[in-house]
């Protein structure tokens, strides 16, 4: 079982990974894809709804943001669209 969120892995508390979650747990777990189930829980205990909502929001417009801002490359954005 593999747990965790990418969004509280940027910022690398006890050396947390982005990439870990982001991609590198899917291809090292490639051969198991029929049977791997990837689940996003609706409920969130630990923030209250405000903090989840302007978190959403936030992660749904940085992509397009950043892009206008420092015409980054594809590969970052949709890098950036996983995490929200």
Do not use: C
């Not at 205990?45 to 420092?70: M, T, W, Y």
Request: no cysteine; charged share 25%.
């Amino acid at each position: 079982m593999v747990v965790g969120d990418v969004k509280q892995s940027i910022y690398r508390w006890r050396s947390g990974n982005m990439n870990l979650l982001a991609s590198e747990v899917k291809h090292d777990l490639k051969n198991f894809h029929p049977v791997i189930k990837e689940e996003n829980l609706d409920t969130n205990f630990r923030s209250k709804k405000q903090i989840v909502d302007f978190n959403n929001s936030f992660f749904n417009a940085v992509p397009s943001v950043i892009n206008e801002v420092l015409e980054l490359d594809e590969h970052l954005l949709i890098l950036l669209m996983l995490m929200a």
